[in-house]
């Protein structure tokens, strides 16, 4: 197996068949059939069903592919830095909606102020969505709140974090400091769409408690959370961090509730197999820096 029956098969996968692999590698489809097939006859494995609807990756084939990928983007690292200063390689950072409307856009700007050679691209999405495009190599590191569940991926604490309750001034539970889950039940809410590390938190704590979520709006978008919300339209439960300024117009109201585990950390995540650039090592300090900066 070499690199570049690795790049034919990603080629395939990415092109949805082997005619278009091979026009996209400028080759022959019978060498890129025949690269598959001896991949397949090396090891006893089988990486594609070939039906008459096309082909689709087996169980076995969709690891190969994942570790392909990681195996070519270190290869494309690896020329770079033979062709260039490794200064200019690009770090592929991704980032959960909360990190990414707070301490990601104040790191990156911060950053890039003082780096001229910060070479960088930014992904947001949710939480599940940043740990899949690490584990298939999408993206080189994270940035995410809560835990991670996969043990392909590894994590470091880099600032701690709080949930509150937020509603609207006009909420029956605005001029309260604290409330309780059991308060919660029946009460409609306006949370982020699944896979948000927010939402999975603040849900097992009401799992917890035995109560069904009375779950009224669900969207990917926290601005359109928290119109929701001010519009009287339900509570939710969110990132103190997201809504101070709300908070100061007198836009929105919070509080704590008591009796939930709402306290979380928000951590750099990254491949186990990850090869850190000199680059990304720089970018990663750099970060620590800045979050002592942000905590103090």
Known sequence: MTPRSLEILVAIVECGNMSKAAAKLNITQSSVS?????????????????LKSGLYLTAIGKEVVAYAKNILNLE?????????????????????????????????????????????????????SIEDKIISNDLDIGFVEGDITSDDLRSEVILDDRLVMACSPNHTFASRTSITLKELDDIPLVLREEGSGTRRQFLEQLEAAG??????WSCCSTDIVLKAVKENLGVTVISGKLVEEDVKKGELAICDIADANLTRSFKLIYHKDKYFTNSMRRFVKACYDCERDIDE
């Open 76 to 128: 494309t690292e690896m020329k770079n830095t033979l062709m260039h200063d490794s200064r200019n390689t690009k770090i592929r950072i991704g980032g959960s909606v909360t990190i990414g409307s707070t301490l990601l856009k104040k790191m990156v700007k911060e950053l890039t102020a003082n780096n001229q050679y910060f070479n960088y691209s930014v992904l947001i999405a949710n939480t599940k």
């Open 34 to 50: 025949q690269a598959i097939s001896e991949i397949e006859k090396e090891y006893g494995v089988l990486l594609f069903d070939r």
């Open 211 to 216: 109560i069904q979520p009375k779950i009224r």
